[in-house]
């Protein structure tokens, strides 16, 4: 087993390592400055200006307002509370439209609520992963609470086009919230602009730590907590707030806004060199999701005839960490709800592997698993190709 050093990491997309800037900002608030930001003494208002100044930079990052900014526990809570507050506040629409390929935060509640009277319908998308924005349109009723559609998808990094979701879902006079768990720090986003009303992230994506997260709340859309209790938030998230995280992701939000461009040209220069170079070198490796509309970072690649799960396991030995395209559930390898909803069979699915590229990744480390993965590959197929 490598030391955690030698351990080359192309995982972002679930989860990234905390960048070491926004530990420093963190550690007065784990160790000296642990007063209650809602206390009446001057302890507890230092505190409270460092999480003011955390609704700031990711109201920076997103373009919108610090008091639009409600820090949640993680990305999950804050799809869970945009999708809850608008069935809340409109009581007699009982409709959800959503997609094939959203992350389960979104999918699941959509399964818990169908079980409460209310009805969903799932848009599909297409091979690419693309949306058809004509059957979303079709799919919105007068009975129609929300429209939920993520920015960028994890597993294959495909972008929808929100804008025009967006303006659709004006049109229709529906609450529309975005999922950009993915999107956040790896593409420029610009709130003030778009009529968005409700927008996830999560702090473990952008080298924050894990436990934090935020929601958009747009200033006029109307909001119903998920999670009652004190005044926090502006009454919008009750609970003590997790200080420390906050903070951090506050730091982690200017870090990305200030560096945004030119990471992104760096990630998508690595990212483009390890696919390039890989398809021109081993046969038979197919990309899933549209080149043309990928997050910079995601290359999620089906190596036809070997099982993902094989490849994974020889690259983890050798100190690589990559995703499979499938999941375990309850001991049994399922093909990922993402690829199936992309219409590939299961045998696509199941060889498919997510490589996921971030700010500390490098030239020397993309080398490193060009020179392992084709080796890999070559053998799995080898071996199985060769009669028991
Ligand atoms: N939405 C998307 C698109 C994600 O990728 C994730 C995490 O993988 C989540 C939501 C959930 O975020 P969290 O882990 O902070 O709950």
């Given at each position: 087993m490598p030391a955690d050093s030698e351990v080359i990491y192309l995982d972002n997309n679930s989860s990234t390592r905390i960048d070491p800037a926004v530990l420093e900002e963190m550690m007065p608030f784990l160790t000296?400055?642990?007063?209650?930001?809602?206390?009446?003494h001057r302890f507890g208002a230092q505190v409270k200006e460092a999480t003011n100044l955390a609704h700031e930079r990711v109201a920076n990052l997103l373009g919108c307002?610090?008091?639009?900014v409600v820090f949640t526990s993680c990305g999950t809570e804050s799809d869970n509370s945009a999708l809850h507050s608008a069935l809340q506040m409109s009581p007699e629409r009982k409709h959800i439209v959503t997609t094939s390929v959203e992350h389960n935060a979104v999918l699941n509640y959509c399964e818990a609520v169908v079980r409460r009277d209310c009805e969903v319908t799932v848009v599909p998308v297409d091979?690419?992963?693309?949306?058809?924005l004509a059957e979303l349109e079709r799919a919105?009723?007068?009975?129609?609470?929300v429209v939920s559609v993520m920015w960028?998808?994890?597993?294959?990094g495909v972008i929808n086009p929100v804008e025009e979701i967006a303006q659709i879902c004006k049109r229709k006079g529906v609450f529309f919230h975005t999922d950009a768990v993915q999107a956040v720090g790896k593409m420029a986003i610009d709130l003030e602009s778009l009529p968005i009303h409700f927008l996830s992230l999560s702090g473990h994506k952008l080298h924050a730590p894990k436990g934090v997260g935020a929601l958009y709340v747009n200033r006029k859309a109307r909001f119903q907590p998920l999670i009652v209790g004190g005044p926090q938030e502006g009454g919008r998230r009750a609970g003590t707030d997790n200080v420390a995280s906050i903070v951090g992701l506050g730091k982690a939000a200017e870090i990305a806004f200030e560096t945004l461009e030119e990471e992104n040209s760096s990630v998508r220069a690595l990212c483009n060199r390890f696919e390039k170079t890989l398809l021109a070198e081993l046969e038979d490796v197919l990309v899933n999701g549209d080149p043309s509309a990928r997050l910079p970072n995601t290359s999620n690649l089906a190596f036809t005839g070997v099982d993902a799960q094989a490849i994974l396991l020889k690259l983890d030995q050798e100190g690589i960490c990559c995703s499979l395209g499938s999941s375990c559930t309850t001991g049994s390898v399922q093909p990922s709800h993402v690829l199936r909803a992309m219409h590939f069979p299961d045998e696509r699915a199941r060889s498919s592997l997510r490589f996921s590229f971030g700010r500390f990744n490098t030239e020397a480390e993309v080398d490193k698993v060009l020179e392992i993965l084709p080796r890999v590959v070559r053998k799995l197929r080898q071996l199985s190709a060769t009669p028991a």
């Open positions: 000296s400055r642990y007063g209650n930001p809602s206390g009446s307002q610090p008091n639009e091979e690419q992963g693309g949306l058809d919105i009723r007068p009975e129609t609470a960028a998808n994890n597993e294959t």
